[in-house]
């Protein structure tokens, strides 16, 4: 049995002021312009079962003896005249119908042709991102390796700046020994001076300058050493600035792709999202409830 919706309803009791109204039989256009509703399966059911029930009550007229012979006829032909006016309306609702099912379905193959076209579009987007997110990460893991490079390279500077250091402690160390033995030798020549004739004070003051300027070219041989020694340790320690720099300049560089990663992760998932929401079935409201209840 039929479900009787607020639709039919209206719809059924509109034929009644339609035929009262206008002085002729309802339509499924004239329904539909009284009761804002594009629904042309329920106006078409209830415009038939107000036919079967305007015929009937007629029938029922019909049998009463007491009506004129001239009655009788006028409602028999006002009878002829609501069928065949009904089958004519009833006609053009079905090609009218057959008309808008034929443009329904040239829609729905346009909309479907396009939705497949979309689907495609953004498989090709998705691969192209997905391809793009391969190098990015390839390009990251090739920085990792850079950067452990350069910490690899970066410790063996420091390894090599300490020993130097640690070599330099132990030439100062050195030279503080031969500066202390330097000053017990000097004492003990004092000595022997004082004990000895003036010949031989003369020959060890001679013999004295002679060492005190072997020991001088000693010292500044030391000394020079000492300042090579020193420079090699600033250039060290400009070299390490320098690795530092070049650590700094690719830890920002990471940031920046990180940056950029998360940019190319928002981008894709809203375009997915609109992605999604395109390919859900367009509603076009009214045309796409007559399909369904035609189905």
Avoid at 45 to 68: G, T
Avoid at 129 to 135: D, R, T
Avoid at 172 to 186: K, N
Wanted: charge should be neutral.
């Amino acid at each position: 049995m039929p479900v009787i919706s607020d639709s039919y309803n209206r719809a059924y009791d509109a034929c009644d002021d339609v035929l009262i109204e206008e002085g002729r039989f309802p339509t499924v256009e004239a329904i539909r312009n009284r009761i804002d509703t594009n629904s042309p399966a329920i106006i078409k059911r209830a415009i038939n079962d107000w036919l079967l029930n305007f015929a009937k009550k007629h029938k029922e007229r019909l049998r009463r003896p007491d009506l004129p012979d001239a009655l009788l006829e006028a409602v028999d032909n006002i009878w002829k005249t609501a069928t065949d006016q009904s089958k004519k309306v009833f006609d053009v609702d079905v090609k009218e119908f057959q008309l808008r099912e034929e443009t329904l379905e040239g829609h729905l193959q346009l909309h479907k042709e396009t939705n497949e076209k979309l689907t495609q579009e953004w498989q090709d987007k998705e691969a192209a991102y997905v391809q793009q997110l391969e190098l990015s990460n390839d390009r990251i893991k090739s920085l990792e390796q850079q950067l452990e490079t350069k910490d690899t390279v970066l410790l063996v500077h420091g390894k090599q700046l300490i020993d130097t250091q640690q070599t330099l402690t132990i030439t100062e160390a050195t030279l503080q020994e031969l500066r202390r033995a330097q000053e017990v030798q000097a004492t003990e020549w004092k000595v022997r001076f004082e004990q000895e004739h003036t010949w031989h004070l003369k020959r060890i003051e001679e013999e004295k300058e002679a060492l005190r300027l072997a020991n001088k070219t000693q010292i500044e041989r030391l000394s020079n050493k000492l300042q090579a020694e020193s420079l090699e340790r600033e250039i060290q320690s400009t070299k390490i600035n320098q690795v530092m720099g070049k650590l700094d300049n690719l830890l920002e560089t990471l940031s920046k792709k990180d940056i950029e990663i998360a940019a190319l992760r928002t981008t894709l998932e809203v375009q997915e999202r609109v992605i999604k929401q395109k390919s859900l079935p367009t509603r076009a409201g009214k045309p796409i409830n007559r399909i369904k209840k035609r189905n």
